[in-house]
């Protein structure tokens, strides 16, 4: 029979530039110095060959070679680590623990690999990983750049290129675009094999050269897919379409039908299977891409063993799938599909219904209860699919895998429209669903479903909590853009609510602090800011404790109080020990090196900076490293060292450039004028004043942070030196006025004084000058930051020699000139 020409799996032809960076990929990680691969193309293009010349490769030089798969339908958190890990990480550790707390464990158990041999790992098929797995990737791309490890992973680009919903990309299209800009991964994509190519497959294949008109045959129909070609010619040859004569081969007769769609194509091998192994394929087809045997034999009613021998034929003889250790899967997704769609709608429905049964006495996971949902939608059982569905949404949404909960929530809206019976359940999705579209930032949509949920929800205990979340909708920030009205009409509403619990209370009184912070009542913030994180404390909720407290630290700085702002860190930071949460390390750091700034204790604050930037760096945090950059600059010109201060302020400007943030543009253009300023090149000083005044005047005027005032006083300063007097002093009043009870904001109000000072003191307005000095140094001298009040002092006392003529205003000391 014509298919003994294909026992043999055949050899990789082609792709040679292809297998060279493979090589270069493996041959420095070899060298310790790790890396990521990204294989892409169409479905059956070859990723799946490329990684197994890569193991090939790998076990050669004696390297570890691990694969972890993604499956489609629905997804499994950490599958593909998990697979990978197995045995080095315990299976409850990627259940239970956060995903910052996996992110570390995964690259900690790749590194200890690495120390015996290079490690390789394949992630396979990432276009249906779930976003957490994507995270540990991108987590991985960034850290093990000086491991003797090497990631790959390979994906289908048109998977990947749609919304999942509105507004919510694919988890790796997002991931890609940042790794790109990081320049983390090298990137591979196969396209179709060249004539040549295919020539010397169908010659691998058949064991012998093909006709010419074989070959443009095979290619029209095949278009360089090596899938594709090679299903055409099992086709052919299961036709008795080709004879061999001398070795080569050529069709047998005249008339010729070689089908036109890979699908015909799979359909005649389908048609020409044994009636058995055709029913056993079709009923896993509705069990999914890969599958238990346990499963299809309960399902068929068979003994396993008789199961597995009709699979292993189904494998053997008619290469339609594979049967692995545990696990078989079809062959390749289109085989599945093409018989799935042969079965008519009312028996797969059926099947679906039998496999729901199955699946439900299994032990239960997140996985499978996706995968029973949905078998539960197919075959029309709506109760339990919106059972199913809400469970697993809620249960993505609670390890905040929106991309996962999303469709889940979604289903369950669908369903329960307009149904009274399923009230309950469509209360929780409409919750659950606004949270993801705020976290989404989609407020709009968030909103409509609390409202929903309000409208049909009546006295229910949790509408204090949905209150709540509707204020923050309309907090100034967001839909309120400027106006608490509405905010406060909510939160009033929520807390009148019967039964309200103590973590409502502490989220109500921690929107108010920020209601109160926008409008620089700090005292009061202050206040409120304390009774949210004793209600958080009530509740037991420690995480969210710690995370007041560092608001609460912020506040303190912003009203100048540092030793407060520090005690509160070291609180917070007690709180948040033990635990790998980066952000919120992060966030503790990142105050604590403001802090240090404020104190004017550069030295340290520099280290701190540094901490910062490394941390970020490590999630890939764009806007943290920037910001690390920009109080970089401010020290170092602090400081008085003008070339470390521009190389800051130049990386500021690329960062703010990669994160596509409006304000780190503005900061970064800002800082860059200041050291214009500091070099005496007047001309960029405007430059990067204006381009950054452009951006930040269209800034919403709601919140006080230091971004308007920082960026007018740098364009102040910038036309009192160019010689336009009045403009400038006008600015400088205007930025006072931004700085003045802003968040964050008092250090920039000291130093701007100083700038302004000096403006004047050009100016001759010794008067003016002294009182802006005089008011800085008792700003310094709140902050604790004694070399500002210090060099205040020198030039104050200058100042008041001018002012009595006992020196000339030249010799008057002057906090910025050289
Ligand atoms: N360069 C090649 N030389 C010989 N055979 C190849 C080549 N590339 C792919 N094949 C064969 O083509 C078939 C499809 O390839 P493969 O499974 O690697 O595709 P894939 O890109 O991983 O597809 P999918 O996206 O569906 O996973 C396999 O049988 C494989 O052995
Ligand atoms: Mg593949």
């Not at 990947?160 to 983390?184: K, N, T, W, Y």
């Not at 995370?547 to 009203?559: D, E, R, T």
Request: hydrophobic share 40%; glycine share 8%.
């Amino acid at each position: 029979m014509g298919e003994t020409a294909l026992g043999a799996r055949p050899v990789m032809v082609g792709r040679v530039k292809e297998k060279e960076a493979i090589q270069a990929g493996l041959s420095k990680a070899i060298r310790g110095h790790g890396g990521l691969i990204l294989i892409s193309g169409e479905a059956g293009i070859g990723k799946t060959k490329m990684t197994e010349e890569l193991g090939r490769l790998a076990v050669l030089t004696g390297c570890d070679f691990a694969i972890g798969r993604c499956l489609p339908s629905s997804p499994c958190p950490y599958l593909p680590f998990r697979e990978v890990l197995r045995g080095q990480i315990a299976d409850e550790t990627f259940t239970t623990s956060s995903t910052g707390d996996v992110m570390f464990q995964v690259k900690d158990a790749l590194c200890r690999r690495a120390q015996e041999r290079p490690a390789v790992v394949v992630l396979e098929d990432l276009h249906w990983a779930d976003s957490a797995s994507i995270q540990v990737l991108h987590f991985l791309a960034r850290n093990i750049g000086g491991q003797r490890s090497l990631v790959v992973g390979t994906y289908r680009p048109e998977d990947i290129s749609f919304e999942v919903a509105e507004g919510l990309q694919h988890p790796l299209f997002d991931s890609l675009r940042s790794m790109r800009r990081e320049s983390l991964i090298t990137e591979i994509q196969l396209g179709e094999l060249s004539e040549g190519d295919v020539e010397e497959l169908l010659n691998k294949l058949l064991g012998g050269r093909v006709h010419r008109k074989v070959l443009e045959e095979v290619l029209r129909e095949g278009e360089g897919n090596p899938l594709f070609t090679i299903e055409c010619v099992h086709n052919l040859l299961a036709h008795g379409q080709l004879t061999s004569e001398k070795g080569v081969w050529s069709f047998a007769g005249d008339l010729v039908t070689v089908p036109s769609t890979v699908k015909d194509v799979v359909m005649r091998r389908v048609e020409r299977l044994p009636k058995t192994t055709r029913r056993v394929l079709e009923a896993a087809s509705v069990i999914g891409l890969s599958f238990e045997p346990k499963v299809l034999a309960s399902l068929m009613n068979m003994r396993p063993m008789d199961l597995l021998e009709v699979l292993e034929e189904a494998d053997r003889s008619h290469a339609m799938v594979k049967v692995g250790d545990g696990k078989v899967s079809f062959a390749h997704e289109n085989l599945q599909r093409v018989i799935y769609d042969s079965m008519s709608e009312v028996r797969r429905n059926e099947i679906h219904r039998e496999v729901a049964r199955i699946l439900e006495a299994e032990p239960k996971s997140l996985r499978l209860d996706g995968e029973i949902a949905l078998h539960h939608q197919h075959s029309g059982e709506r109760d339990k699919c919106v059972r199913y569905s809400l469970s697993v949404g809620m249960e993505w949404l609670d390890r905040k895998a929106i991309f996962e909960a999303v469709p889940n929530l979604r289903r369950v809206l669908e369903l329960t429209e307009g149904d009274e019976e399923h009230l309950v359940e469509r209360l929780q999705a409409l919750e659950g669903m606004g949270d993801c579209q705020v976290s989404l930032a989609n407020y709009k949509e968030g909103l409509r479903d609390y409202e929903e949920f309000m409208r049909l929800g009546g006295e229910d205990v949790r509408c204090a909590r949905v209150l709540r979340k509707i204020a923050e909708c309309w907090s100034p920030t967001r839909l309120g853009k400027g106006s608490s009205v509405n905010c406060l009409r909510y939160l009033e509403e929520a807390e009148v609510c019967p039964r309200i619990n103590a973590f409502e209370e502490g989220e109500i009184a921690g929107v108010r602090t920020n209601l109160n912070l926008w409008t620089g009542n700090f005292p009061k913030a202050d206040q409120l800011c304390t009774r949210s994180e004793e209600c958080f404390r009530r509740a037991g909720d420690r995480s969210r404790e710690a995370q007041q407290l560092c608001y609460h630290a912020w506040i303190h700085l912003s009203q100048g109080d540092m030793p407060r702002a520090l005690e509160t860190l070291e609180k917070a930071r007690a709180m948040y020990a033990g635990g790998k949460d980066i952000e919120q390390e992060l966030e503790v750091n990142r105050l604590l090196s403001e802090v240090l700034y404020h104190q004017g204790r550069g030295r340290e604050a520099l280290l701190a900076f540094d901490s910062v930037h490394h941390l970020a760096s490590q999630i890939g945090d764009r806007v943290s490293m920037c910001w690390s950059h920009i109080f970089r600059t401010f020290v170092n010109l602090d400081l008085r060292e003008g070339a470390e201060a521009l190389k800051n302020a130049k990386l500021a400007l690329d960062e703010a450039m990669e994160s596509d943030s409006a304000y780190m543009g503005c900061m970064a253009d800002t800082v860059m004028a200041l050291v214009a300023l500091n070099r005496d090149d007047i001309r960029s000083a405007l430059e990067f004043s204006e381009k950054a005044w452009k951006v930040a005047s269209n800034f919403p005027g709601t919140v006080k942070t230091p971004v308007k005032g920082v960026t007018l006083m740098a364009r102040g300063a910038a036309m009192c030196r160019d010689g336009r007097i009045e403009e400038g002093n006008a600015l400088f009043e205007d930025a006072l006025g931004w700085l003045d009870g802003g968040m964050g904001c008092v250090i920039h109000l000291a130093y701007s004084l100083c700038y302004y000072g000096e403006a004047l003191q050009r100016q001759g307005n010794a008067e003016r000058a002294l009182d802006c000095y005089t008011r800085a140094r008792s700003i310094f001298k709140v902050l604790g930051n004694a070399p500002g009040e210090e060099r205040c002092a020198k030039v104050t006392g200058d100042l008041r020699r001018i002012i009595e003529g006992e020196i000339s205003l030249r010799e008057a000391s002057n906090l910025y000139a050289k």
